[in-house]
């Protein structure tokens, strides 16, 4: 565990400015271009899908993805823009893997990206914890993606706090009935959907855009191809997806689960 010894422009927007920051990782990432992404932790398969894509596009040209860690929607990001490339901010001490579903993942990224938190070591997490969590995801990004959410979620607390940062908020557009948070944070003007990622990512993009690549191990499995034929085409990625949980076998056809 070690304290963060440097002042951050960008989390002058918050309340109030942390008293401590406690990292571990590669500090170099706060350098780099960030974009906050969160969500709920019960997704639909839409929201994760597009967050994948989402994510993997902006690590690919090489923005930051920061989120807070938790399942759902932010293990999904943090894990699609890869662990070198991924800031988790926490709502326990640094020694402390929260969720513990999320502990190899959280592992991994403090082992290639980067992991901050506002509480001593041994700090298990509380409601407020939180909420201080969400200000600091919020604090770092440039701007907020919220994938997924309904109304009352942790989500729009976060929501609450790039508004006050004057933070530009920006939503996937979800159908009638679904994600009905976003949808009203649309309704009222408060939002702006992101109906094409790649125009979005461009907007930040560090790479030109013509650099980015899609992940066309996860474009080819969309069409639930048979098993054999993902084997066929990608022999070594195939097994990777598997043990990661990125797809499942079901009837001899490979279903993605991101």
Not at 143 to 153: P, Q, R, T
Not at 202 to 213: I, L, M
């Amino acid at each position: 565990m070690n304290l963060l010894g440097k002042n951050l422009p960008e989390l002058l927007s918050m309340k109030s400015y942390p008293k401590q920051i406690f990292y571990s990782g590669n500090l170099k990432l706060l350098d780099a271009v960030k974009i906050s992404i969160v969500g709920a932790r019960k997704t639909s398969k839409y929201a994760r899908l597009l967050t994948h894509e989402l994510a993997f596009k902006l690590s690919q040209a090489g923005v930051c993805v920061v989120s807070g860690g938790a399942i759902g929607v932010d293990a999904i990001a943090h894990k699609s823009a890869g662990a070198s490339n991924t800031i988790a901010v926490l709502p326990c001490g640094i020694d402390i893997k929260y969720p513990s579903i999320n502990k190899n993942l959280l592992s991994d990224i403090q082992d290639n990206g980067l992991l901050l938190s506002q509480f001593d070591e041994g700090f298990r997490a509380t409601p407020w914890s939180f909420v201080l969590r969400n200000e600091l995801v919020v604090a770092l990004g440039e701007v907020l993606i919220v994938a997924e959410a309904e109304l009352g979620s942790g989500s729009m607390r976060s929501v609450e706090f790039a508004k006050k940062m004057g933070k530009e908020i920006f939503v996937f557009p979800h159908r009638l009935g679904e994600s009905n948070a976003t949808n009203i944070l649309l309704k009222e003007g408060n939002a702006t959907a992101i109906y094409d990622i790649d125009e979005f990512v461009s907007r930040f993009a560090v790479y030109k855009t013509d650099e980015v690549q899609s992940d066309s191990f996860l474009e080819f499995c969309r069409n639930f191809p048979t098993y054999d034929e993902v084997l066929k085409k990608y022999p070594n990625r195939i097994f990777e997806a598997e043990l990661n949980g990125e797809v499942e076998v079901i009837n001899g056809k490979v279903v993605l689960k991101v």
